[in-house]
């Protein structure tokens, strides 16, 4: 029998996470931002029926990156987290935080645990307020840190270089067809910086509005109310445009 | 497997595994004791006392289906409650009044609701209306051990079905059996009474504003006759809780339109006692 060759642990993380980072790049990235009604959705997925953001509760919305079947597990564990306490104690009892920290301890266990290969995801958690300032969103990388995001964040392959155009971009109270359009153009950067055009069909977008009557806020928006949203502020920053040259 | 429901740990292995898209199925395997119909009774004697309610009516009209409830909830001859609430969105496009024990009644609803948005969640797709009309059957014949002991629970299922375009009502007895209503339909105790009166009401063209009056009618009629189903409280204000489901989903009828008809209702009944006449042939 061979002696195993020793690894050191710092070794033997930084090749770990080096594994889930390559897994993750290998997807497209998404964005989640804050508008003044809510918190909006957006990635580039051309598929109708895997989805990359879905409802977890009333006013939990989750959105991941990477591998689909470790996510889509992730998923539906976090429903039935939600589920299961809402139905224990209160609705009320089901909080953004709680599940950012189930996921959180999850995700870290699997990721130091020799027995497992490290998930290859990167989760956002959000859960929207009465008022944006009440908004929560948590994102989640492989090896389970958690970090509490404000205003916009992008998860995936590319995030770094989105997130640093959305921070720069990115405003309080912007309208829910400012905030889409912002996510578009950047997600449709690419490295080197030029744009290239995404077909609103290869478009996944989905809501948390704090104004809808029902108890669950999450909604997907898709067809003719999406192609009507990116058409809005097509033409508002039109007008802008030709205002500018009058100028 | 332990509960970990508290702790903020690692998810257990039971949420992390493939399976059902059931909430039930998922508690029985999971947390059984927290399943309504698992849970066992002392042996009593006799009927155990606890507050039931009533009378639920519904009624199909075209372009969906109306269903409401009084608001009366009795233990033996006392008054247990005046405005229990005993009609209950289930999801969108559904609703269910409930008649019997009223405890077991609420906690069933609560699951079934749960039962309903967890499906809707994990699947992406909603159930169809008669893949929920099944699930409260099963829900149903969970609690049969507890409706042999007195505390049985009788619901009364009203959905729009999105796939046939029209409201549609199911019936049910207390061992889960499930038939479906053609037109109206009443369950609990003033169900026989409710059920005459929409017997000589009802028409198949009612319009939406019509089938409103007509649950009214047929409670304002149950509670005429049976003690144990509560009249519109003028005095309290406690009106009956009627419920519209259409294309547009589920949508309680606001108190201020309640107390309208309840009124108009009331007051055609200080002229004419015994309501609305039907045509001798």
């Known amino acids: 029998m061979s002696t195993p060759f020793y690894v050191s642990p710092q070794q033997a993380m930084a090749d770990r996470a080096e594994y889930a980072r390559k897994g993750i790049a290998r997807g497209r990235s998404l964005v989640v931002l804050q508008y003044v009604d809510g918190i909006v959705f957006v990635g580039e997925n051309p598929s109708r029926a895997l989805h990359k953001f879905s409802e977890i509760y009333d006013r939990i919305g989750f959105a991941a990156a990477g591998k689909y079947n470790e996510y889509?597990?992730?998923?539906?564990?976090?429903?039935?987290?939600?589920?299961?306490?809402?139905?224990?104690?209160?609705?009320?009892?089901?909080?953004?935080?709680?599940?950012?920290?189930?996921?959180?301890?999850?995700?870290?266990?699997?990721?130091s645990s020799a027995a497992e290969k490290?998930?290859?995801?990167?989760?956002?958690?959000?859960?929207?307020g009465e008022t944006p300032d009440g908004d929560q969103i948590y994102r989640l990388p492989h090896d389970g840190s958690?970090?509490?995001?404000?205003?916009?964040?992008?998860?995936?392959?590319?995030?770094?270089?989105?997130?640093?155009?959305?921070?720069?971009?990115?405003?309080?109270?912007m309208t829910l067809a400012e905030a889409l359009s912002?996510?578009?153009?950047?997600?449709?950067?690419?490295?080197?910086?030029?744009?290239?055009?995404?077909?609103?069909?290869?478009?996944?977008?989905?809501?948390?509005?704090?104004?809808?009557?029902?108890?669950?806020?999450?909604?997907?928006?898709?067809?003719?109310?999406?192609?009507?949203?990116?058409?809005a502020d097509g033409a508002s920053s039109a007008t802008e445009a030709e205002d500018a040259e009058e100028e | 497997?332990?509960?970990?429901?508290?702790?903020?740990?690692?998810?257990?292995?039971?949420?992390?595994?493939?399976?059902?898209?059931?909430?039930?199925?998922?508690?029985?395997?999971?947390?059984?004791?927290?399943?309504?119909?698992?849970?066992?009774?002392?042996?009593?004697?006799?009927?155990?006392?606890?507050?039931?309610?009533?009378?639920?009516?519904?009624?199909?009209?075209?372009g969906?289906?109306?269903?409401?409830?009084?608001?009366?909830?009795?233990?033996?001859?006392?008054?247990?409650?005046?405005?229990?609430?005993?009609?209950?969105?289930?999801?969108?496009?559904?609703?269910?009044?409930?008649?019997?024990?009223?405890?077991?009644?609420?906690?069933?609803?609560?699951?079934?609701?749960?039962?309903?948005?967890?499906?809707?969640?994990?699947?992406?797709?909603?159930?169809?209306?008669?893949?929920?009309?099944?699930?409260?059957?099963?829900?149903?014949?969970?609690?049969?051990?507890?409706?042999m002991q007195g505390l049985a629970v009788v619901p009364l299922f009203a959905g729009f079905d999105v796939d046939r375009g029209k409201g549609r009502i199911f019936s049910y007895d207390v061992t889960g059996g499930r038939s479906e209503e053609q037109g109206y339909a009443a369950t609990g105790s003033g169900s026989i009474f409710a059920r005459g009166a929409m017997?000589?009401?009802?028409?198949?063209?009612l319009t939406e504003d019509q089938a409103t009056t007509l649950v009214v009618q047929a409670l304002y009629d149950a509670a005429d006759d049976d003690s144990a189903t509560g009249g519109p409280d003028v005095a309290r204000r406690i009106y009956p809780i009627v419920t519209v489901i259409t294309e547009d989903g589920f949508r309680r009828l606001t108190e201020d339109e309640a107390s309208q008809i309840a009124r108009s209702v009331l007051e055609r009944r200080l002229e004419q006692p015994d309501g609305p006449r039907a045509a001798l042939l």
């Open chain 2, 64 to 147: 969906g289906v109306v269903l409401a409830g009084d608001r009366r909830a009795t233990m033996g001859n006392i008054i247990a409650q005046r405005d229990i609430e005993k009609v209950f969105p289930a999801d969108e496009y559904s609703a269910v009044g409930i008649a019997g024990t009223a405890g077991l009644a609420v906690e069933m609803v609560k699951l079934f609701q749960l039962e309903l948005e967890h499906f809707e969640k994990v699947e992406g797709a909603q159930l169809s209306l008669e893949g929920k009309a099944n699930r409260l059957s099963t829900m149903i014949r969970s609690n049969l051990g507890m409706a």
């Open chain 2, 199 to 205: 017997k000589k009401l009802f028409r198949e063209d």
């Open chain 1, 72 to 111: 889509e597990n992730l998923r539906i564990g976090g429903v039935r987290y939600a589920d299961l306490r809402g139905y224990t104690y209160d609705r009320d009892d089901v909080t953004a935080r709680g599940l950012a920290n189930v996921y959180a301890q999850t995700l870290g266990t699997i990721f």
């Open chain 2, 1 to 62: 497997m332990e509960a970990n429901t508290r702790s903020t740990g690692r998810l257990p292995a039971a949420f992390l595994t493939p399976g059902s898209s059931s909430f039930m199925d998922f508690l029985s395997e999971h947390q059984p004791e927290l399943l309504p119909g698992k849970r066992q009774l002392p042996p009593t004697q006799g009927v155990i006392e606890a507050p039931h309610g009533t009378t639920i009516v519904a009624v199909t009209f075209p």
């Open chain 1, 118 to 128: 490290p998930y290859e995801v990167e989760l956002v958690v959000a859960e929207v």
């Open chain 1, 146 to 173: 958690i970090v509490d995001e404000h205003g916009s964040v992008a998860v995936g392959g590319n995030a770094e270089q989105i997130s640093s155009y959305l921070d720069q971009r990115h405003q309080d109270g």
């Open chain 1, 182 to 231: 912002l996510a578009v153009q950047a997600l449709s950067r690419d490295t080197n910086g030029t744009q290239r055009e995404i077909p609103a069909e290869r478009l996944e977008v989905a809501v948390l509005d704090r104004t809808r009557p029902q108890q669950r806020k999450f909604k997907r928006i898709v067809g003719r109310q999406l192609a009507r949203l990116l058409e």
